[in-house]
């Protein structure tokens, strides 16, 4: 079964500054998808950026991008210029269709982000 | 923009009454799925469906929590009887299969008394 892991619990940073959210994850896969979810306290789900494991270019979305490392099954969220409205919880994703999995997403336990005037 | 539609977006009932929770996914959308969050296990899958057949209901407590989609415009989450541990917030998703991303409605906050 496919884990998603994410080591810090809590982040802040500073507004207008640059931080880096954590996401591994196991698989012995070598075509799934890896995405980046927002919560924020209206508890709605938002997507904020996907990545296709076949791709070697990391994807990007304005403000947001990732650094996915395959070898090491990382892919961690970089936010750049950091807004007052980036605070929230996310989560980082996979999913696959191996196993008969049938692209069901995993979750990792998520990252609350602080964003400090 | 297109977007799942969950209702109702609160519920508070006591301890033994039958619960509905409905989603309408995205027009379009062949894929439907069921997730639970709490604090101590996070976001959990519970079923889904594609084309409106179960796939999987694995994450499923059976025996009160059924899962069915009548039609392409409506899928129904129901728990019968309820308890307390079912307090949480249910939420559907919608998507298509393989690169496209799920899509999540805005959640139904379940409090059981």
């Known amino acids: 079964a496919q884990t998603v892991t994410q080591s810090q619990p809590e982040m802040s940073v500073q507004e207008a500054e640059t931080v880096t959210l954590s996401c591994t994850y196991d698989?012995?896969?070598?075509?799934?998808?890896l995405f980046w979810y927002k919560q924020p306290p209206s508890r709605q789900m938002i997507l904020v950026i996907r990545?296709?494991?076949?791709?070697?270019q990391n994807a990007t979305e304005n403000r947001f991008s990732v650094n996915f490392q395959k070898a090491a099954k990382s892919f961690s969220l970089k936010i750049s210029d950091s807004q007052l409205g980036d605070t929230a919880m996310y989560f980082c994703a996979f999913t696959s269709d191996s196993g008969g999995s049938n692209y069901k997403l995993t979750f990792g336990k998520g990252t609350l982000l602080t964003v400090n005037p | 923009d297109a977007r799942v539609t969950q209702t109702p977006r609160h519920k508070v009932t006591e301890m033994g009454q039958e619960v509905t929770m409905r989603c309408q996914p995205i027009?379009?959308?062949?894929?439907v799925f069921w997730y639970r969050q709490t604090m101590m296990q996070g976001l959990e899958l519970l079923a889904y469906?594609?084309?409106?057949?179960?796939?999987?209901d694995s994450g499923m407590p059976k025996d009160r929590f059924s899962a069915e989609m009548p039609d392409a415009t409506l899928a129904t989450l129901k728990i019968q009887p309820s308890e307390p541990r079912d307090s949480a917030v249910y939420f559907c998703?919608?998507?298509?299969?393989?690169?496209?991303?799920?899509?999540f409605g805005d959640g139904t906050r379940l409090s059981i008394l």
């Open positions: 698989t012995s896969e070598n075509n799934y998808y």
């Open positions: 027009l379009g959308h062949n894929t």
């Open positions: 469906f594609r084309n409106r057949a179960p796939l999987d």
């Open positions: 990545q296709e494991a076949y791709k070697q």
């Open positions: 998703a919608s998507g298509l299969v393989k690169d496209s991303p799920q899509h």
